[in-house]
């Protein structure tokens, strides 16, 4: 099957334009080692649809529609590219409103059988973030279904000035895994069901984050920092609940 997709992505590259089929390449299952993507959002998605990101990067291609993914969550994060002011962020948890920041981000994962990897030319950090694109390329690619399996919330940041640079911002996150489905966090470590506390430093002068430190928290351990931090901004209580839309 996976062999038809790879087939059918590459008609689909014999339409685009010059620049895009000439910097990028198919992506099998085959080729990473997992039959699956994640992707972060503070929304709430059931599916994907393939579109032309409103937070893409000055000088990124705008003329394939897709949804940016990445094999690992610390790629996402990158990707990404705001997880640090989320630390500083009001959330509101009262509202039912699917674009507002309640205090964390999905963690999505999604099942792919072919796919686009940019290169430099297309994103200027493809190489750091190892983005992958999910494009339409036939008619069961028209949306990619979506699985929430994990929350992330950014906790902390600590801002080490560089001269002549950019800071280092070494950033602070406690990770929820809800069930079976296991997050790939970095090429080194994969988060199984529980909690987790992750330490990442973000060096934007070499376009990299990195994982710093990963330990499993008692659940207990968990709440008590949840709890600090709902104390401190006023949050729900409901985000120490499992939500309903991690099993859609």
Request: hydrophobic share 30%; with cysteine; charged share 30%.
């Given at each position: 099957m996976a062999g038809n997709d790879k087939k059918e992505l590459e008609e689909l590259l014999e339409t685009v334009t010059s620049k895009v089929k000439n910097n990028v390449k198919i992506i099998t299952p085959e080729d990473i080692g997992q039959d699956f993507m994640h992707h972060i959002a503070i929304q709430k998605f059931k599916e994907m649809v393939p579109n032309i990101s409103k937070r893409a990067a000055s000088g990124e291609d705008n003329t394939l529609p897709r949804v940016h993914v990445c094999p690992t969550l610390v790629g996402c994060m990158q990707g990404y590219g705001s997880v640090n002011f989320h630390v500083y962020d009001s959330a509101n948890t009262k509202t039912k409103a699917n674009d507002v920041y309640k205090g964390y981000l999905n963690i999505y994962k999604i099942p792919?059988?072919?796919?686009?990897k940019p290169g430099k030319r297309m994103v200027f950090d493809a190489n750091e973030t190892n983005e992958h694109w999910l494009v339409k390329y036939n008619s069961?690619?028209?949306?990619?279904?979506?699985?929430?399996?994990?929350?992330?919330?950014?906790?902390?940041?600590?801002?080490?000035?560089?001269?002549?640079?950019?800071?280092?911002?070494d950033i602070g996150l406690v990770v929820e895994v809800f069930g079976k489905d296991n997050i790939v966090l970095d090429?080194?470590?994969?988060?199984?069901?529980?909690y987790w506390s992750i330490f990442v430093r973000d060096d934007k002068s070499k376009a990299k984050i990195e994982?710093?430190?990963v330990q499993e928290l008692a659940e207990s351990v968990y709440r008590d920092i949840i709890s600090t931090k709902i104390a401190m901004e006023g949050l729900s209580e409901d985000i120490f609940k499992k939500p309903a839309y991690s099993t859609w």
């Open positions: 792919f059988k072919a796919c686009l069961r690619t028209d949306t990619y279904p979506a699985t929430i399996i994990g929350r992330l919330v950014p906790t902390s940041v600590t801002v080490t000035p560089v001269k002549d640079s950019d800071p280092i911002e090429k080194k470590n994969t988060l199984k069901k529980g994982c710093l430190d």
